[in-house]
């Protein structure tokens, strides 16, 4: 692998959103590379947010690199796992911020998957009212799409990401070599949020995908690398003209809803979030299929593309009205009213709600075995 | 009472943010009416924030009040005190939130003093990445200084506000009514923060305040007036400048470093907020007289003045080094050095070090019964 990827360029995208605009690296060998690092901001202190299960692989690396531009670098560990991404693991972030007397300036490095960066980045939003932090994405889920434009949140027992900030990083690092370490079904989920892009924004891209899936399950350097690029320069035109989710930036949301709620449902870890994001866009695509928007060959070629990523296509029995539950508190809601990114047309989405018997339908359709 | 404060005119003062700007109402008769509301983000859920104790005497009211606006108001009631201002009471907002299904465009009011408004100003930062919000105080300190300005926060054990965010409301409204039923401890308290802003800011305030001292532990309307509209003045000008404290605002700090170790210190909720902030601009004067700054007629005339408003001028027994460590996770500290706002000259502020002899001694003579 180092000896092919060492052939890919480097690459930049940039978030623009006026000063808080920032760039996404993508490339090999970048935890290594002091050079990668030598726009963060200046501090003498720095923290590293990571777990248990990256923390051996990665932190020591990414720690002496660090050391050429910050005096102390600290590193937390965190639990591993969607299960604790919640207030007492937070907590632990700031007791080491505290413990350490780190100031204003400390700045945060978040280094692991898309639980890791929504931590830290919460904490960096909410340590001394704000203070700079980057993302060092480590997990394919992360690289595409969680790193990406500055959403930060913890759960609640009530509801998927419901405590939070909209809270930009100075830089995204996405090392491709450290997708080499990722299990098997961390990469299926990766693709999930991959796969998401082309329904949504871009059909091309789907066509590039179910002619490259089985390289991107075999992490072929190049083919990584493309899905990893092309899908940053989605979410940044998307974030770049609805920071805050307004309006356009919900389509991101695709397959979401059905999503939190089957993570909900099931108990946060039980799938990870790709898979339920995976199974989540089954469902919208049924759901855009029953009111009439795209038809059925359009949905059975994404949901024949999710399978092959290997994820799970049939949905879990929690019962039709533990769904409508779990969706009434989904953040796209607005006066008790769920609603639902759609596909309008391929390559295209828009939020709406549907009519309850059409969401029923859907939910039992899609939790029968096939 | 309410035949004199009928005579006082509704005042305005502008918060200069661009697209935060908002306004802050003082006048009375303002929960009842309204005409106050008008402008507020339109909803058809509203959540009031209060405490225990304030809930009783207006939640109702102003519920009444904002049903004209709003098809549902909540009330969450918290704790009441400094010593809950903790994850455990903000988590009682997300409850609420969320098992009443409130949405992203729920507007919180946050009604009671500091304590509240920062709760209730964190969890509309936070819920869904941020709800509208309405500070509506009803202390002295919350309307001349916490309710203004956009910080909110809550305490670890370890500091004072160290988890919390810049969100600016997007109302302000003092209704001087609600300072009849304050305790007097309270008013006291209010009146440090009120007393403050003379000798960072405004030395005609503080002459104004020498000779108004007992009209305001009298709750005299016109004079309680001028005192809110004054101080909501001169931190509207300095907030206008420098939202997020990257210089000039921390100058409102003044006597919060010490009073923030005293809080820590004695355990939170001890003596109020106000009391540790009075107690330690006492610290601070004293500072910057030993720092050559000011001559010590000037530190003992603004003491003079803290001690008519009822407040306490010897600093608790902690000892000089706990005093010191509680001062490093200061938020103004840089680098490990803790960093004072000081009095230069008269009527002018400024952050800087100061030597730890120099602390030491001030701490030790502040600590003497007189």
């Known amino acids: 692998m180092p000896a092919a990827s060492a052939t890919l360029a480097r690459h930049h995208i940039a978030i623009e959103l006026a000063e808080r605009s920032y760039p996404i690296v993508i490339g090999t060998g970048l935890l290594d590379d002091a050079a990668t690092w030598a726009e963060v901001p200046a501090s003498s202190r720095a923290v590293i947010v990571t777990n248990t299960t990256v923390a051996p692989l990665y932190a020591t690396r990414l720690g002496q690199t660090l050391s050429r531009y910050h005096k102390v670098v600290h590193t937390v560990a965190l639990p591993d796992g969607e299960e604790h991404k919640n ?12 413990r350490n007397a780190c100031d204003r300036k400390t700045v945060l490095y978040a280094l692991g998957g898309g639980v890791v960066g929504d931590m830290a980045g919460f904490a960096a939003a909410s340590y001394m009212r704000g203070v700079p932090f980057v993302q060092v994405p480590t997990t394919l889920l992360a690289q595409v799409d969680s790193s990406v434009g500055g959403k930060t949140a913890i759960n609640h027992p009530l509801g998927k990401n419901m405590i939070g900030a909209f809270y930009q990083p100075r830089l995204v690092v996405c090392d491709l070599d450290t997708l080499d370490t990722l299990p098997v079904r961390e990469l299926s989920a990766g693709l999930a949020e991959v796969i998401k892009y082309g329904p949504i924004a871009d059909m091309a891209f789907l066509d590039w995908l179910e002619k ?5 399950k075999a992490r072929q350097s190049a083919a990584l690398a493309h ?31 059905f999503g939190h709620a089957i993570e ?15 199974c989540g866009m089954v469902m919208a695509l049924r759901l855009s299929h029953r009111l009439g928007l795209v038809d059925g060959a ?11 990523a290997g994820l799970p296509i049939v949905a879990p029995a929690l019962g039709v009205d533990r769904y409508l539950e779990l969706m009434r508190v989904d953040k ?10 759609v596909i309008e047309r391929p390559g295209s989405a828009v939020v709406r709600t549907a009519p309850e018997t059409l969401v029923r339908e859907v939910i039992e359709h899609c939790c029968r075995p096939t």
């Open 212 to 216: 490259n899936i089985d390289a991107l």
């Open 87 to 98: 207030w007492q693991t937070l907590n632990l972030i700031f007791d080491a911020l505290l």
């Open 264 to 278: 909900a449902g099931l108990g946060y870890g039980r799938w990870l979030h790709g898979e339920a994001v995976g």
């Open 298 to 308: 359009f949905v059975e070629r994404v949901v024949a593309l999710l399978g092959q």
């Open 227 to 257: 899905a990893v690029r092309r899908s940053c320069e989605i979410k940044a035109w998307i974030v770049g003209q609805d920071e805050r989710e307004a309006g356009l930036r919900a389509i991101l949301n695709f397959g979401h809803t």
């Open 332 to 341: 796209k809601a607005e006066a008790g009213e769920t609603r639902f990114v």
